[in-house]
């Protein structure tokens, strides 16, 4: 019984993974700049232990030539210093869908930008595959540090119409920015 609805969860995750595209209209210049990482939704195992810890940071995207994105995230720690990590996304036949592997967490990313208003937020899907286990992480970027409540519903119903458990979708508390390095 217990490995039937196990699978039957499974198998509505994998659905509702697969059905999730990229916003109809996107336009990759317009993801130029700096965005805040205001929201994280989750079921992975490693957020239940981190979640009650994670603050805000920001992005930096910027598309490249040949239609890729450069994604450059920085996270303040409590003593002042920056955590960075930097991804190039490359573009699919798909656009506002991007891939990339990750070197610092050794996984896949297939990564959807779902929904976008160029100037007030972006509503990021990536779907992450380590070592044979898949895993899905929605994040809300805003242009701000601020985002409206008719946002953050939007948010939480996407992550809830995509098997996020409700009490796995946070909002994240302001820390400051990095300087530029």
Known sequence: MRLSIMGVLLCATLVACVNVMPQKDFNLEKMAGKWWAVGFA????????RKAGMKMGTSMMLPTAEGDLDITCANQNADGSCWRMTHLA????????????????????????????????????????KHG???????????????????????????LDTGILSGNIV?????GECAEA
């Open 42 to 49: 989750t079921n992975a195992k490693w957020f239940m232990n």
């Open 90 to 129: 490359k573009k699919t036949d798909i656009p506002g869908r991007f891939t990339f592997t990750s070197q610092r967490w050794n996984n896949e990313n297939d990564m959807r930008v779902v929904a976008v208003q160029y100037d007030d937020f972006a509503l990021i899907h990536t779907i992450k595959t």
């Open 133 to 159: 286990v898949t895993d899905v992480l929605n994040k809300l970027f805003s242009r701000t540090p601020e985002v409206s409540a008719d946002v953050q519903k939007k948010f939480m119903q996407f992550s």
């Open 171 to 175: 909002f994240l508390p302001n820390n």
